[in-house]
């Protein structure tokens, strides 16, 4: 299965300002999805990503707050825009090959103050 | 009510004792099963991803899905300290023309030495 590199780690923001995450997939894959995992609740699907057309958000997820790029097969982005504490979440990129189940990057944790 | 369902725990069990983790699920269009382990801090790692109805087994792991009762499980064996972690259930099925998983909450685990 893919393996997925995934940057920053962790980050603490200054609420107002803008964090993008990168995703790096070892191999190429089809779609890629973004997910916000917040404590006490499940992976919530914020958006998936296809290379070559506009991302697909989920609702209650909207462009301008989360845009998304993915440039090519093996490469995608999220950005949290004019971030809020309530944005402090980790936020996970996933990625599946073929008939494979879906693999995860480790996870950005982010706090915004 | 929710599309799955799962006991966040916690779960505490002795070194050795046989684990298992359950799922229900409301939504028949799910047609693949996965199961994931989360260590603290680090992305969801896939252990199990099962299609049909009946069992699989991978080592000390077994994953269980009852399709008719829209049940599924995952049995550990001989259970280790190292096997503390959070596991998460997730399905997936076509919603809106394209395949879309949905997670459990997950169920934290504790092996006791």
């Known amino acids: 299965s893919a393996v997925i590199s995934q940057k920053p780690s962790r980050d603490i923001c200054q609420r107002g300002t803008s964090l993008t995450i990168q995703c790096q997939v070892d191999s190429q894959v089809t779609m890629m999805f973004w997910y916000r995992q917040q404590p006490g609740q499940s992976l919530t699907l914020i958006a998936t990503a296809n290379q070559g057309s506009e991302a697909t958000y989920e609702s209650g997820f909207v462009i301008d707050k989360f845009p998304i790029s993915r440039p090519n097969l093996t490469f995608s982005t999220l950005t949290v825009s004019n971030m809020s504490p309530e944005d402090s979440s980790i936020y996970l990129c996933s990625a599946r090959q073929g008939t494979s189940g879906y693999t995860f990057g480790s996870g950005t944790r982010l706090t915004v103050v | 009510q929710k599309e799955v369902e799962q006991d966040p725990g916690p779960l505490s069990v002795p070194e050795g004792a046989i684990v298992s983790l359950n799922c229900t699920y409301s939504?028949?269009?799910?047609?693949?099963f996965m199961w994931y382990r989360q260590y603290s801090r680090k992305g969801p790692e896939l252990l199990m991803y099962?299609?049909?109805?009946g069992n699989k087994e991978d080592g000390r792991f077994t994953a269980q899905v009852d399709k008719s009762s829209k049940y599924i499980s995952l049995f550990i064996r001989d259970s280790q300290p190292s096997d503390s972690a959070t596991y998460l259930c997730a399905m997936s099925g076509v919603s809106g023309g394209y395949q879309k998983v949905t997670f459990g909450i997950g169920t934290k685990l504790q092996v006791i030495p």
């Open positions: 099962t299609y049909s109805s």
């Open positions: 939504n028949s269009a799910f047609q693949y």
